[in-house]
């Protein structure tokens, strides 16, 4: 803030009058923002997800998820549930982007420490993802649970890995990427996502969600960070595997749907 104040001849306190008013203001025209794509980009989207993959791999992916670890001040309340498993206090920003890297859902808050399942599991998309992907599907990574909307890669189990299996994982990480690289490029364009030093964990989610919301605006308008020759990853924070007792409803038909892309798209 000083800084701030300081560049453009203002008092500390206007600079925080004024990017209090500008963060509240984004966070409150997020939903029109950061919203779930219309059926005719689901189209546009699904195409574009394949690209990824070289035209194999999953066809009717409209999405992929995962959780960002956001650094913040320690709490002063539950403060050991902040820390996540690198040892540093962090919120988790979980986020739905589609093929061109803009965000179409995001929930932010949960601490450092709460496995990626269980914050989607909290998550408000979580009731109402059979609606929202249809026929379609989300892919994430082997800490979520197999879902009739959400493919997961299969575990490798080494030398008796079959070959369609194998297969199959590949095209999955050549599309899921994406969710690593819209979180990369998030930070790259919003550096202070590295560290959030706001004196609540509220302020921090508004914060946030006020960075996601102009990554959104910037994406809509094409506007690239153009000295990027490659989109970054994030540092891997997460959980590896999925929590043992998610309630993975349908496992039957989720197991078929993914043996049959494994088998037939890849």
Same mark, same amino acid.
């Given at each position: %803030? ?10 500390? /306190?206007?600079? &925080? ?11 409150? *025209?997020?939903?029109? *923002?950061? $919203? ?15 690209? @990824?993959? @070289? ?8 999405? $992929?998820?995962?959780? /960002? &670890? ?26 739905? +982007?589609?093929?061109?890297? @803009? ?47 959400? %493919? ?6 080494? /030398? ?54 102009? &990554?959104? %605006? ?47 798209? +890849?």
């Amino acid at each position: %803030m000083y800084a701030i104040g300081d560049k453009f001849d203002v008092t500390e /306190s206007s600079v &925080h009058v004024c990017v209090t008013r500008v963060v509240h203001f984004l966070h409150a *025209i997020s939903d029109e *923002i950061i $919203c779930w794509p219309s059926s005719a980009e689901v189209t546009r989207i699904k195409n574009g997800f394949l690209a @990824k993959s @070289k035209g194999k791999g999953p066809r009717n992916t409209i999405g $992929c998820i995962d959780g /960002s &670890h956001i650094g913040i001040l320690t709490p002063s309340e539950s403060t050991q549930s902040y820390f996540n498993r690198k040892k540093w206090p962090s919120i988790i920003l979980q986020g739905i +982007c589609d093929d061109r890297n @803009k965000l179409l859902n995001v929930f932010i808050g949960f601490p450092g420490s709460v496995h990626d399942a269980r914050v989607l599991r909290e998550s408000p998309f979580f009731a109402r993802a059979i609606q929202e992907c249809e026929d379609n599907y989300i892919l994430g990574d082997s800490a979520y649970p197999l879902m009739p909307w959400l %493919m997961t890669p299969f575990k490798d189990n080494g /030398s008796s890995f079959p070959t369609w299996k194998k297969s199959f994982n590949k095209r999955h990480s050549q599309q899921r990427v994406l969710i690593e690289n819209t979180f990369g490029l998030l930070k790259q364009r919003f550096r202070r996502l590295y560290l959030v030093d706001a004196k609540s964990v509220q302020q921090c989610c508004y914060i946030v969600m006020a960075a996601c919301v102009l &990554h959104n %605006m910037c994406n809509d308008e094409r506007d690239f960070l153009e000295e990027l020759a490659t989109l970054p990853q994030e540092e891997d924070v997460g959980n590896d595997e999925s929590e043992g007792d998610f309630d993975c409803s349908l496992p039957g038909y989720s197991q078929s749907l993914r043996e049959f892309i494994a088998k037939e798209q +890849c």
